[in-house]
């Protein structure tokens, strides 16, 4: 989820900011509106990655 998310990411970034150019308006549109929602299933993953190692025991991960 968080290697998704990730990438997510970069190419909303890539598609919004540096190469905006080279896209239409709604493709910059939906970069721009992909990268918070991006941003926040990475904190999801980051969420559940830490409550994995929580029930497995392993108290010292972060």
């Known amino acids: 989820m968080m ?3 990730g990438l ?3 190419a909303s970034t890539l598609v ?3 190469f905006a150019e080279r896209f239409s308006l709604g493709t910059q549109i939906a970069g721009h ?3 918070p929602i991006s941003a ?4 999801l993953g980051y969420v559940i990655r830490l409550a994995a190692h929580h ?3 392993n ?3 972060g």
């Open 55 to 57: 029930a497995l025991g």
């Open 16 to 18: 919004a900011y540096p």
């Open 33 to 35: 509106l992909a990268l």
């Open 40 to 43: 926040a299933f990475f904190k």
């Open 8 to 10: 997510g990411m970069l």
């Open 3 to 5: 290697l998704i998310a």
């Open 59 to 61: 108290l010292q991960a």
